[in-house]
């Protein structure tokens, strides 16, 4: 196909209304890469695809794909033994449980028990919904594991409140007693190097004993851990390191999990990507009230009411185009913007588009030819 013919015919400009319609990053690029085929079989399979789709929205409504993200990265580092993070964990969630929306949107639609070509992908979407359900369960967000996530991390966490409350007790005391309190700068409690402190003034630090991890920009308030927290806080620390251990077992565990079921991950991203792509051909010939042209190889034209999908539909005028029957020769002419130039590129970018599988606006039985 002549890429000049692209940028002639403003081929580019369809691609971007589709891709608009894509919700989807795979399912854009898709959109993106699609250029028309000369080989019928194909054409005719895309068409009957978009045509099959745009039923679905009629009798369903819409369907969005913009939870799928590329997980073919994350499932990469599954195949050679990595863990995967919080993030990519609930990344595969996500695709699993889109997954098993755009099922169930699928199985509803087909309550008539009639088939199309679409059926066969999405029966093999599969949402495994015990790991969507196992991930969710354990990880919170992307910054959050639960503490229900293994009986090591419920029992690390609880040890953890534990010693904060003797920590918070302790330094409590300290502020509560009239003579601690004179030596502070303020009756709080603060951080410092992950450890608690208080804040006393420096011209009494010799009356707090205890650490000194900090002191402010002045010089004249000292971050003081108080010997009384000093193993307390040595505790803490120990107890963090535990929990970080206990969270990494929990990834490790689910990475461990999913590397199981990667090739159906990969396969429904796959499907996730292409029926997002194929409805948002759908979405498109909706919105231009397009219909699938009947393709021929003997190089015959027959468009009735053609409209030019770029032009304002409410001002565009329909044209009824004729060629490659009776008569292969047809000239054009006309004054100045009577629409010659329009017409050209009417059938030029019917053509280009009907090629890539997208309906034409125009009405039904509508003929092209192969180019």
């Not at 002639?8 to 699609?34: F, Q, V």
């Not at 369907?63 to 919080?86: C, M, P």
């Not at 034209?301 to 001002?315: S, V």
Request: aromatic share 6%.
């Amino acid at each position: 196909m002549n890429k000049k013919a692209y940028k002639a015919l403003e081929y580019y400009k369809i691609i971007d209304l589709l891709t608009d319609k894509a919700s989807s990053p795979m399912g854009k690029d898709l959109c993106r890469e699609l250029t028309p085929s000369t080989d019928i079989e194909e054409i005719r399979s895309m068409q009957l695809q978009t045509h099959d789709a745009l039923a679905r929205l009629f009798k369903k409504g819409g369907i969005s794909f913009g939870s799928v993200k590329d997980i073919r990265g994350t499932l990469k580092r599954l195949t050679v033994g990595s863990a995967l993070n919080a993030p990519e964990l609930l990344s595969v969630c996500s695709l699993l449980e889109n997954t098993g929306r755009v099922k169930a949107y699928s199985r509803s639609d087909r309550d008539d028990g009639m088939t199309d070509s679409l059926d066969g992908m999405f029966a093999a979407l599969e949402p495994l919904t015990p790991l969507s359900t196992e991930i969710r369960r354990c990880i919170l967000s992307e910054d959050e594991i639960s503490d229900d996530a293994s009986p090591a991390l419920h029992s690390v966490r609880r040890t953890i409140r534990n010693i904060n409350d003797k920590i918070h007790g302790a330094m409590n005391n300290l502020l509560n007693s009239s003579t601690t309190r004179s030596y502070l700068q303020d009756a709080v409690i603060t951080m410092r190097n992950g450890r608690y402190c208080l804040p006393v003034k420096a011209e009494y630090k010799g009356q707090v004993p205890g650490m000194i991890h900090d002191q402010s920009s002045t010089g004249s308030t000292l971050f003081i851990e108080p010997m009384s927290v000093v193993k307390l806080n040595n505790d803490l620390k120990e107890a963090f390191l535990k929990e970080q251990e206990a969270i990494e077992a929990v990834l490790a565990e689910l990475s461990n999990l999913t590397a199981q079921y990667a090739a159906y991950l990969l396969d429904n991203y796959r499907i996730l990507a292409d029926l997002d792509f194929i409805f948002a051909k759908a979405n498109l010939a909706k919105i231009q009230n397009g219909m699938a042209p009947i393709f021929n190889t003997e190089g015959r034209i027959r468009i009735r009411q053609g409209r030019h999908p770029l032009l304002d539909p409410k001002k565009v005028v329909p044209i009824d185009v004729h060629l490659g029957d009776t008569f292969h020769l047809l000239i054009i002419t006309g004054p100045n913007t009577g629409g010659k130039t329009v017409s050209l590129k009417t059938v030029g970018l019917f053509t280009l588009m009907g090629q890539a599988g997208l309906h034409i606006p125009a009405k039904d039985r509508s003929e092209l030819a192969i180019f």
